[in-house]
């Protein structure tokens, strides 16, 4: 159990080590399938549908697809070219749902200028959402209700409980308020019993919020907005900002040096909470699987509030 109650941590802060955390879970998957697989007498599938050649996305799409071969996940996607008709492209995901050997469907965001993303996405399954964001699934997240679970604030939550981070009670700060991050985000610490607020770019005097924070979880997606002046010593950091520095390198949107001393634990950026989200993904596609096929999946369970 992280000392959040002690005033300030004596030593360096605990890493909330993503990478480490997401090899740990792929060896549960590992084990997971390895047992069901005569039983589901298939593999899990998951189709990544990438259109069009955003760069980032390439190398997002390659990671997931590395993740998938290594614990055992079929990779069913496809790639379209960016000039792909909207109508294409949902037929594509009308033809993923109605495939037997397709467990989870994660359209990978941003699509090229001109296709919408919003009718798209609310046409895959929602039992085959792998992402989370589909409003139904949201919606289940809103009442308590099973279902697969957003990934970046599911891989969050797994970092923060893997760290023995009682979150009963405690005072948590979400900074942002997307539907992909920070409104999950709230939800999910607040289903763990914490007292949550959310700040947005409209927030006045930020830094005194977060200076409440016993929990902080920062995804503005602004490169390196928070610092010192924004954590009360103790706090739990967790970072989900990622941007790419234009001397090369990744940062988040925290100023790691700054925050790393006076906080308890905090995240680091690359290798905190990406790889968690990539641990998700396959977590929400491997439970699809079992679901689908009376495999017992209760090893996972746990990873989803
Ligand atoms: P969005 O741009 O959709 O949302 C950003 C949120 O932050 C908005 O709610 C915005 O407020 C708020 N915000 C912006 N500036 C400020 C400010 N100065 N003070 C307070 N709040 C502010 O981003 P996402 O949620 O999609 O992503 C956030 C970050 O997380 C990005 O860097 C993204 O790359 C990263 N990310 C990382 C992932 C990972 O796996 N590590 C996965 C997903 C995202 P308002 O609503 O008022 O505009």
């Known amino acids: 159990m992280l000392g959040l109650d002690r005033p ?50 390439g190398v997002y799409v390659a990671n997931k697809e590395k993740a998938c071969s290594r614990v055992g996940i079929r990779n069913l996607g496809a790639h379209l070219a960016a000039d ?36 798209l996405l609310a046409a895959i399954d ?13 919606g289940r997240l809103l009442k308590g209700e099973a279902g697969p679970r957003s990934c970046t604030p599911a891989g969050v939550m797994a970092l923060l409980a893997a760290a023995g981070v009682d979150l009963a009670g405690k005072r948590a700060v979400v900074v942002g308020r997307s539907i992909l991050v920070g409104q999950p985000m709230a939800l999910m610490l607040q289903a763990a019993h914490a007292t949550v607020s959310v700040a947005h770019s409209r927030t006045r005097d930020l830094a005194a919020l977060t200076r409440q924070a016993e929990v902080l979880v920062v995804a503005a997606g602004r490169p390196r907005m928070i ?34 001393p006076i906080a308890s634990a905090i995240s680091p950026v690359p290798g905190g909470v990406g790889p968690m989200t990539v641990a998700m993904l396959l977590v929400n596609t491997v439970l699809a699987w079992c679901h689908r096929h009376g495999v017992d999946g209760a090893a996972l369970e746990d990873l989803l509030v």
């Open 8 to 57: 300030l941590p004596d030593s360096m802060a605990t890493l909330l080590d993503g990478r480490r955390l997401a090899a740990a879970i792929e060896q549960r998957l590992l084990a997971v399938i390895t047992a069901g697989l005569p039983l589901a007498g298939r593999a899990p599938g998951l189709a990544v549908l990438r259109v069009g050649d955003d760069p980032a996305s």
């Open 126 to 138: 929602p039992d085959k959402d792998a992402d989370g964001l589909h409003t139904l699934n949201l």
């Open 84 to 119: 792909t008709a909207a109508a294409d492209v949902l037929a594509q995901i009308q033809r993923l749902n109605a495939d037997p050997e397709v467990d989870g469907i994660l359209l990978q965001l941003p699509l090229p200028v001109g296709l919408e993303e919003g009718p």
């Open 227 to 260: 610092g010192a002046e924004h954590v009360r010593p103790g706090a739990v950091v967790v970072d989900v900002g990622i941007h790419r520095q234009p001397q090369g390198g990744l940062c988040g949107d925290v100023r790691f040096e700054e925050v790393e």
